[in-house]
């Protein structure tokens, strides 16, 4: 739905964007994370036929971002940070006009104008005039008026910003019932968890270029190692230093828990517990120790660890 071939966007002598290579399958949702002025929001401005690249390719939805753009705009549904609502417009007015800019009759986007007031709690709201509206109204209202016309690829920056917790959740999980074999979805976000809930690839730009692109699951290998587990004992250690199997690395311990790493934990970690049982410690659990995207997010945009090679599967 979405591939970029060395796609490039330069402004005078600044490259905000340097020879990116993305692909988003059918039925994919993309997390697109980094630092602000990375090059996030100039990437979608390309990838919506805003702005034209200054050297390389894109196509969305099968479409040439340059040659096609009409057909790439009318294939993508796309929140972006300043949404451009008009304050004097009610919600239903405002759905329904979008409705008619994307070509849908009478019927037809009075339907689905209701639907999207509905979807995202704003019913009570639809002759509400938008200038009146919260920042979380504005930002569902938006997302509304993204889905109108079903589009087959969705671009959402910070699609939860300025949300309540309760809103965010319904936003969430409207996105994962988004997702199709005939609907792609990329989304910029600062929100870690948020990605690491909905995406199923990570991609991470710096200065331009892409420093990683993968699944959360991989990326946490790559980056951080293998997965740590941690024993607690039902006593103290009282400075005891248990033996555990070869190819075991003991990462640390306390006063009544021990860490450690494994390349093959089905098949030590069972060998574990028999030493630790063996040597007459009593366990109480053994767990893997939780790591999260923003470990990864932080380790790739640390300026000593990208010098080496990007992590790109």
Known sequence: MIITENLSKKFEDFTAVDSINLEVNPGELLALLGPNGAGKTTTVRMLTSVLHPSSGTAKVAGFDVVNQAPQVRA???????????????????????????????????KKRAKNMLNDFGLSNNANQRIGEFSKGMRQKLALGRALLHRPHVLLLDEPTSAMDPESARLVRDAIKELRSDQRSIMICTHNLAEA?????????????????????????????????????????????????????????????????????????????VQKLVKQNFSIVSLQEVPRSLEQVYLRAVDSQYIKGDPVVS
């Open 75 to 109: 294939s993508v549904g796309v929140l972006t940070e300043h949404h451009g609502l008009y304050n004097r417009m009610r919600a239903s007015e405002y759905l329904e006009f979008f409705g008619e800019i994307y070509g849908l009759e009478t019927k037809a986007r």
């Open 196 to 272: 690491e809930e909905l995406a199923d690839r990570i991609a991470i730009i710096q200065d331009g270029k892409i420093i990683a692109n993968d699944s959360p699951s991989a990326l946490k290998m790559n980056m951080l190692g293998p997965p740590e587990y941690e024993v607690r004992l039902g006593e103290d250690l009282n400075g005891r230093q248990p033996n555990l199997p070869e190819n075991v690395d003991l990462t640390a311990n306390g006063k009544d828990w021990l860490r450690f790493r494994s390349d093959n934990p089905n098949d030590f970690n069972p060998l574990v």
